[in-house]
């Protein structure tokens, strides 16, 4: 069982930064491929960005892509996402997720059912 415990969260004005950390336990963390999602009210979670297992691959949405790095670091069992020239419609709160040892990281990481695990997710809210 792994835990998932997310931080970094919070107020920011329109074109400021934030990086999101997100610290797991349990398991052997350099096994599992990584995403960040988030959730805006009223609205559905939707995919973020995404790194796999070994740091190869990442994946964005096309929301994020160019503002938004995903990384990880397997010694200090984290991933992190860096989020640049953040938008009011970035406000969400966002969740990291955690999917066991898979191959193909594009071809399943944006859809939420196939990840296994969930931390309970941090605010992040930007003012205009």
């Known amino acids: 069982q792994v835990q998932l415990v997310e931080s970094g969260g919070g107020l920011v004005q329109a074109g400021g930064s934030l990086r999101l950390s997100c ?5 052997t963390f350099s ?3 990584m995403g960040w999602f988030r959730q805006a009210p009223g609205k559905e979670r939707e995919f973020a960005a995404a790194i796999s297992w070994n740091t190869d691959s990442t994946y964005y949405a096309d929301s994020v892509k160019g503002r ?3 990384s990880r670091d397997n010694a200090k069992n984290t991933v992190y996402l860096q989020m640049n020239s953040l938008k009011p419609e970035d406000t969400a709160v ?3 997720a955690a999917r066991y040892a898979p191959t193909g990281l ?3 990481a944006a859809l939420s ?3 296994d695990y969930w931390g309970q997710g941090t605010q992040v809210t930007v003012s205009s």
């Not at 610290?23 to 398991?27: I, P, T, Y």
């Open 68 to 70: 938004f790095t995903i």
């Open 31 to 33: 096994r599992y491929a």
């Open 106 to 108: 594009r071809a399943w």
């Open 94 to 96: 966002y969740y990291c």
């Open 113 to 115: 059912q196939n990840y």
């Open 23 to 27: 610290a797991a336990s349990g398991g």
